[in-house]
C-alpha cells in the first residue's frame, strides 16, 4: 500500500508565499517522477511542475520565475515552494509520483489535495 500526503495549504494573501509537501510512504522500493497539479473550481486539472529522480525540472509557464520545485529522495518527499502568489493560483493543489512498488510494478500514486486560497 502506498500513499502520498500533501500539506502546507492555506489561505494567503496576494505577493505572499507558502511551501506545499508530499511526502510518499507505504511499501515500495523506489519514487520516480514527481509532479505538482492543480485543479481551479470548474476548471480542468492541469500540470504545474515536475521533476525527475536524476532532478530535472519543468514548470508551466504560468508559473515560471515564481514558483520552484525540490524533492529529498531520503525523506521521498517533494516539495513546491510558491512565491509572489496571485489571485489566480487559487486551486487545490495535488502531488503524483511514480512508484515501483513491493508487488514490482510501477504505478502513479496521487494525493488527496490541498487547497491553496490566495485572497485578501
Known amino acids: 500500500q502506498v500513499e502520498l500526503v500533501e500539506s502546507g495549504g492555506g489561505l494567503v494573501q496576494p505577493g505572499g508565499s507558502l511551501t506545499l509537501s508530499c511526502a510518499v510512504s507505504?511499501?515500495?522500493?523506489?519514487?520516480?517522477?514527481m509532479q505538482w497539479y492543480r485543479q481551479a473550481p470548474a476548471k480542468a486539472r492541469e500540470l504545474v511542475a515536475g521533476?525527475?529522480?536524476?532532478?530535472?525540472?519543468d514548470f508551466a509557464d504560468f508559473v515560471k520565475g515564481r514558483f520552484t520545485i525540490s524533492r529529498d529522495d531520503a525523506k521521498n518527499t517533494v516539495y513546491l515552494q510558491m512565491n509572489s502568489l496571485k489571485v489566480d493560483d487559487t486551486a487545490v493543489y495535488y502531488c503524483?509520483?511514480?512508484?515501483?512498488?513491493?508487488?514490482?510494478?510501477?504505478?502513479?500514486?496521487w494525493g488527496q489535495g490541498t487547497q491553496v486560497t490566495v485572497s485578501s
Open positions: 503524483t509520483a511514480e512508484v515501483f512498488a513491493t508487488d514490482r510494478v510501477v504505478r502513479s500514486y
Open positions: 521533476i525527475t529522480k536524476s532532478g530535472r525540472i
Open positions: 507505504g511499501s515500495f522500493f523506489n519514487v520516480y517522477d
